[in-house]
């Protein structure tokens, strides 16, 4: 029965949704950091939220993640240190960005670079994935060219507005670097001022290219391009060099590198660690590096010294010896030249230790005068992976015996370009 003051045509329908009501999510229910970004912007390209609900729940997604973090150990190192929203390694995506870097500086001519200059290139190369061509000032033709073209890293480019918020370290020094870089400073100031055509080649090289990651070239019509300056990229390591030695054949070749003869005899098993073979190895190195450091001749001495830092050279260029190393760390960017060691070989004093590490062998070269944390030189690593099945092929993979060669403390105090251009400044 209804009532008396309520009459059929006053009854008023709410209008029909045109649409399924969209819920927003639930960002608790996200696993890791990673998702939620990624779902978040799918989302957002979809329609699905908005911008402003978007960059609040991506708040709310930080806010998440950093409840139970420290300052020491945050979501961003933990969660998403390596790897970025399609799985690419962080520090080959740091190869593009200081490409990316000093093409950007190439294009401001005169004028340094910002973070944002750097920010619009990479957005730009999201729709230019093998790289493109701008113009400085003076209408020189700058080019990048990006030569990684396997599928996941392909798709981390252009999903670049998602994993720029990770990329901030990359960015900010790369950017520095640039700015920085007495080569790309330098000509870039030049070819926007000299008034001739001058065509810019920046490329990142890609896989199978030694140790250069970014190569700056200047083009000349008809002739073969000119290497300007050669660049090694780094990031989150200290490595300089690693070697598969699966056979005592190639750990004694290894070994001889360091002017020392092992002449270690036996099978390495591909199946299974070798422990005991490698610490025996590097008792005997150790041993016998001590003997010629310490000899009766400080001639002979210096002359093992030079060897071994030519050897610390010679890996780390693979014998390009203006290539620069660009290690870049929580923004900031640290410039290494290994030309700078062999300037410094008769101001040190070397011993060396060997030791087990997380149940590995090491060998420790430092100066005895500093220690060995503040005076390491290079260690040595030998680290094993166990056989398994390749990811791609589907094939049975051996075992695979290597050595890791790290640079210490004492390596970057003696190859830093900032450390030598304070000493002489003084």
Request: proline share 4%.
């Amino acid at each position: 029965m209804k009532p008396w003051f309520v009459k059929e045509a006053d009854i008023i329908k709410f209008p029909e949704p045109e649409k399924k009501v969209i819920e927003l999510p639930n960002v608790q229910s996200y696993p890791d950091f990673l998702t939620g970004v990624k779902d978040l912007y799918n989302r957002k390209e979809k329609g699905e939220i908005s911008q402003d609900s978007h960059d609040r729940l991506y708040q709310d997604l930080i806010h998440r993640f950093m409840k139970n973090e420290s300052f020491e150990n945050p979501w961003f190192l933990r969660e998403a240190t390596r790897k970025l929203v399609n799985g690419t390694d962080r520090g080959r995506m740091n190869e593009i960005i200081l490409a990316v870097a000093i093409f950007s500086k190439f294009i401001a001519g005169n004028n340094k670079i910002q973070n944002g200059d750097v920010i619009k290139q990479l957005n730009t190369l999201a729709k230019y994935p093998g790289g493109f061509k701008r113009k400085n000032s003076e209408k020189d033709p700058i080019v990048l060219k990006i030569q990684d073209r396997g599928d996941i890293i392909v798709k981390d480019i252009q999903d670049m507005a998602q994993n720029l918020p990770l990329l901030k370290d990359e960015i900010e020094g790369n950017t520095d670097f640039a700015n920085s870089d007495s080569t790309s400073d330098k000509l870039s100031q030049v070819y926007a001022q000299n008034g001739t055509p001058d065509q810019v080649l920046v490329s990142q090289l890609g896989g199978g290219r030694g140790k250069t990651d970014v190569l700056l070239q200047y083009i000349e019509p008809g002739k073969e391009p000119k290497t300007l300056r050669p660049y090694s990229a780094k990031t989150f390591s200290d490595r300089l060099d690693n070697k598969d030695v699966n056979s005592i054949e190639e750990l004694n070749g290894y070994l001889d590198n360091f002017g020392v003869k092992l002449n270690a005899e036996g099978i390495i098993d591909r199946s299974d660690s070798a422990v005991e073979v490698f610490k025996n190895a590097f008792d005997s190195v150790t041993g016998q590096m001590n003997s010629l450091l310490s000899g009766d001749s400080e001639k002979g001495e210096q002359t093992f010294i030079k060897q071994l830092f030519n050897f610390l050279k010679e890996m780390g260029t693979r014998g390009d010896e203006d290539l620069l190393l660009v290690d870049n760390r929580k923004g900031k960017a640290s410039v290494y030249d290994f030309k700078l060691l062999l300037q410094n070989v008769d101001k040190i004093d070397l011993e060396v230790a060997s030791r087990i590490v997380k149940d590995m062998p090491s060998i420790f070269v430092y100066d005895k005068n500093l220690g060995p944390k503040a005076g390491e030189l290079m260690k040595l690593r030998y680290t094993y992976s166990a056989p398994g099945v390749g990811s791609k092929s589907g094939k049975a993979k051996p075992g695979r015996h290597r050595i890791l060669v790290d640079g210490g403390q004492l390596f970057k105090n003696l190859t830093n370009i900032a450390n030598v251009q304070k000493t002489q400044s003084k």
